[in-house]
């Protein structure tokens, strides 16, 4: 596996991995996906890769992108993600490989801290997080359905 930076003609298949990664997972749980569509979801990592405030990195395997992950480097505290691994090759160590590199990468840069929203439902990313050194500050909730009159 090769871990390189991301460049714009990354973005149709990053975009495509982010989507059904992060839409495989939601299925699982019964929760509405991320991502409306893979045109929005390469939207957004097509926006990560142009915009100068952002990380990305890339992960490759025999030249065809299996995953990737972003950082938010606007602040002194780095934020971390989205970070996604094609559904077809999990469990490879290919998502600990992006983040063990982007964690390294935030070292380098001098960044006060990193942070990271994670989803509740997600255990696997969630064990991930904590063996890397995250620990849980708080808990978010996304609320979603019409609002009452």
Do not use: K, W
Not at 70 to 86: L, N
Not at 112 to 131: E, K, M, P
């Amino acid at each position: 596996m090769v871990i390189r930076e991301a460049a714009a003609a990354d973005a149709v298949g990053c975009g495509r991995i982010l989507y059904a990664a992060f839409a495989a997972i939601a299925n699982q749980h019964n929760f509405p996906p991320d991502f409306p569509s893979v045109a929005v979801a390469t939207d957004v990592v097509s926006m990560l890769i142009a915009h100068p405030g952002f990380h990305g990195l890339v992960a490759e395997e025999d030249g065809h992108i299996v995953g990737s992950n972003f950082m938010d480097q606007r602040s002194p505290i780095a934020g971390i993600g989205p970070i996604s691994v094609d559904p077809a090759v999990q469990n490879r160590r290919i998502g600990h490989t992006l983040m063990q590199a982007m964690l390294d990468y935030a070292r380098m840069c001098d960044h006060a801290g990193i942070r990271l929203v994670q989803t509740a439902y997600h255990n696997r990313s969630l064990a991930l997080y904590t063996r890397l050194g995250f620990v849980t500050r708080e808990p978010l909730s996304v609320m979603r359905g019409r609002r009452s009159t």
